[in-house]
């Protein structure tokens, strides 16, 4: 039995209000999965990432879904902001060249 935090009043575990004051519970999200990724994992998530443009695509699906691991999200957006960060030093190396050419 859910207990509401308003009025205090006893509902169902299934309700998504309460039935005497009407204040909505809280969605419950579906918990994250934190514990670490398995060598096998890791190993097909290496190998997805070694394939020419299906690791960008990759990359951003992991990076930014809001299921699935959090170790694998975080390292594909920690290897995307990497990217970026290089590409925009390459941009400028590039055009600082060129000026100066």
């Given amino acids: 039995m859910k207990r509401c935090s308003y009025c205090g009043r006893e509902n169902?575990?299934?309700?998504?209000?309460c039935v005497e004051c009407g204040t909505d519970y809280p969605i419950e999200r579906e918990q994250e999965q934190t514990s670490?990724?398995?060598?096998?994992?890791?190993?097909?998530?290496l190998l997805v990432l070694a394939i020419p443009?299906?690791?960008?695509?990759?990359?951003?699906?992991?990076?930014?879904?809001r299921s699935g691991n959090v170790n694998?999200?975080?390292?594909?957006m920690a290897s995307l902001i990497w990217i970026l960060i290089?590409?925009?030093?390459?941009l400028i190396v590039g055009v600082v060249s060129?000026?100066?050419?």
């Fill in 36 to 45: 670490p990724l398995a060598l096998r994992d890791w190993m097909l998530t």
């Fill in 12 to 17: 169902d575990d299934a309700a998504v209000r």
């Fill in 98 to 101: 060129a000026v100066l050419k």
């Fill in 53 to 65: 443009i299906v690791n960008v695509i990759m990359y951003v699906v992991w990076a930014f879904s």
């Fill in 86 to 90: 290089i590409l925009v030093i390459g």
């Fill in 72 to 76: 694998r999200r975080n390292f594909c």
